[in-house]
């Protein structure tokens, strides 16, 4: 069966400091994946998904398919950054699509 | 383009009863999908309504079940009512089927069931 796993539920990171959110997910099929972010008090909303390889708010993620891998990382922290990070893997399995996600990690940035 | 929006934004319950929430997408989406989520298992997928058909499912009971209406409003239904589905109950639209592409999320419904 498919999971994601985010190992870190806390994470806190100094301004200006390289963040790195970790996810690794388990799918036998060929995955797409994506990272959601909900900042305090808004939706959930999209942050990347790996098929477009861009770089959103400084944000970058690279699939690793041999690690199983697709960390979410920035070089330089902000305290805009601040918020609960959700990896999810987009799977189908025998016609049956969905979005699975993992449990969050929240980023706390200090100042 | 308003975003979707969910009604009610809060709920509360009693065990053995049923409830309806509803969910309007983003004008011109034709999915829907919904999502449990609790403190414990996070974010779990339901299901997916697509052109009203129910297009994808998740691993939840047949006490939860939904619809989706021409205009693509969607709702869905929880019938004998556990405590253990106190959750947040999250839609979120999309032009496409599958998640392939964004999903719009909704600012969810809190479903206490006492």
């Known amino acids: 069966a498919q999971r994601v796993t985010q190992p870190e539920k806390l994470l806190s990171v100094f301004k200006g400091a390289p963040v790195e959110l970790k996810c690794n997910y388990s799918?036998?099929?060929?995955?797409?994946l994506f990272w959601y972010v909900q900042y305090s008090r808004q939706r959930l909303q999209l942050l990347l998904r790996?098929?477009s390889r861009e770089s959103i708010k400084g944000f970058t993620a690279d699939l690793n398919k041999g690690e199983t891998s697709f960390h979410l990382k920035k070089p330089f922290a902000q305290e805009e950054d601040s918020a609960m990070y959700y990896c999810a893997l987009r799977t189908s399995n025998f016609g049956n699509e969905k979005l699975t996600f993992g449990t969050g990690t929240r980023l706390t940035i200090i100042p | 383009k308003a975003g979707v929006t969910q009604t009610p934004r809060y709920l509360i319950k009693t065990r053995g009863q049923q409830v309806t929430l509803s969910c309007s997408p983003i004008?011109?989406?034709?999915?829907v999908s919904w999502y449990q989520q609790t403190p414990g298992q996070g974010l779990q997928f339901l299901f997916e309504y697509f052109s009203e058909t129910q297009r994808n499912k998740g691993n939840f009971p047949g006490r939860f079940s939904g619809r989706q209406f021409s205009n693509s409003r969607s709702e869905m239904n929880v019938s004998t009512l556990e405590l253990g589905d106190s959750a947040l109950y999250l839609c979120?639209?999309?032009?496409?089927?599958?998640?392939?592409?964004?999903?719009?999320f909704g600012p969810g419904t809190r479903l206490t069931v006492t």
């Open positions: 979120a639209s999309s032009s496409t089927s599958g998640g392939t592409n964004e999903q719009y």
């Open positions: 004008s011109g989406h034709r999915s």
């Open positions: 799918y036998s099929g060929s995955p797409e």
């Open positions: 790996h098929i």
